[in-house]
């Protein structure tokens, strides 16, 4: 758990931020597309900061070589999946 005044003993900290401008010029779809858009990406965001939140105990403590060969492995697994079978998520019914 974090203690009083990590972020002064803490470094590197990182902070990161999201702009997204969105305009729809649709008379009547406007403001139905332009929430329905800013929901998803705000629930995108906030679902793969939990991610990361929740598999910090995975990664804490490990070394900056250990999280890059840990980084390779996943990426290679990701490929692996991504170049073989069916889209997953996005398949059309």
Same mark, same amino acid.
């Given at each position: 758990? #974090?203690?009083?005044?990590?972020?002064?003993?803490? +470094?590197?900290?990182?902070?990161?931020?999201?702009?997204?401008? #969105?305009?729809?010029?649709?008379?009547?779809?406007?403001?139905?597309?332009? +929430? #329905?858009? $800013? %929901?998803?990406?705000?629930?995108?965001?906030?679902?793969?900061? %939990? #991610?990361?939140?929740? +598999?910090?105990? +995975?990664?804490?403590?490990?070394?900056?070589?250990?999280?890059?060969?840990?980084?390779?492995?996943?990426?290679?697994?990701?490929?692996? $999946? %991504?170049?073989?079978?069916?889209?997953?998520?996005?398949?059309?019914?």
């Amino acid at each position: 758990p #974090l203690g009083a005044g990590w972020v002064n003993e803490q +470094s590197p900290v990182m902070c990161c931020y999201s702009l997204y401008r #969105l305009s729809c010029k649709w008379w009547g779809l406007q403001s139905k597309m332009e +929430s #329905l858009i $800013i %929901r998803s990406v705000r629930r995108i965001l906030y679902n793969m900061a %939990r #991610l990361a939140w929740c +598999s910090v105990d +995975s990664w804490l403590g490990m070394s900056m070589e250990e999280i890059r060969a840990m980084e390779a492995q996943t990426k290679q697994y990701l490929d692996d $999946i %991504r170049n073989s079978g069916s889209v997953k998520g996005m398949a059309e019914k």
